[in-house]
């Protein structure tokens, strides 16, 4: 039951659909983590927005005989820009053998892992694997956020197809209204579902201030259950 989410494209709610997974399956009594590989965009303390919530959403909390901050989010530089750019800025190497040992530290400490990646799926993590390469590495089944806005349905589908390219696992998708203006945002989402054999996980609403426990009351957490 442990998860990698990826978007369509970046700033389209990974993080938010990742905390509200995490909030939905603690609903359900699962003990459950959230974890970023990578975060860039970290403030001159070293932390990371989208790694604090997910920490916030999690139940399963850094501690003494739990999981560390270093396996949640193993990697994480300061500059916002594309994670392998920033890893060559910071002198560093984005090593899957390592985010495979943090993560496998962490699923023995919950019921659902859920892992955020960074970007759209074929972000490059490092000079020769991207961010479908660490979904293969970490052997977990894909759920895709779809944001809906204008130009969501050529994303989705090509997403769709890289996934299958690749030969991974897409569980489910969730259509997260990102543009509170989208003219025929229903027929949208209609016409993914139309074309995507993964089940639908929910269709989030727009909303001006993110609420990842609204968020989690809109998944239907069963479909993604064999």
Partial sequence: MNYFVTGTDTGVGKTLISCALLHGFALR????????????????????????????ASNVQPGVGAASSDQINPYSFMPAIAPHLAAQLAGANIDFAHIAESYLALAVRADVVIV???????????EQQDSADLVRELGLPVILVAGMRMGCLNHALLTVEAIAARGLT????????????????DENVAALQQRIAAPLL????????ADARVAAARLHLERLEP
């Fill in 29 to 56: 009594g699962k003990r459950v983590i959230g974890m970023k590989p990578v975060a860039a965009g970290c403030n001159a303390d070293g932390q990371n927005e989208d790694v604090l919530q997910l920490c916030a």
């Fill in 116 to 126: 955020e990646g960074a970007g759209g799926l074929l972000v490059p993590l490092n």
């Fill in 170 to 185: 897409l569980s489910g998708w969730v259509a997260n209204v990102i543009d509170a203006d989208m003219i025929l945002a």
């Fill in 202 to 209: 929910g269709v989030v609403p727009y909303m001006p201030r």
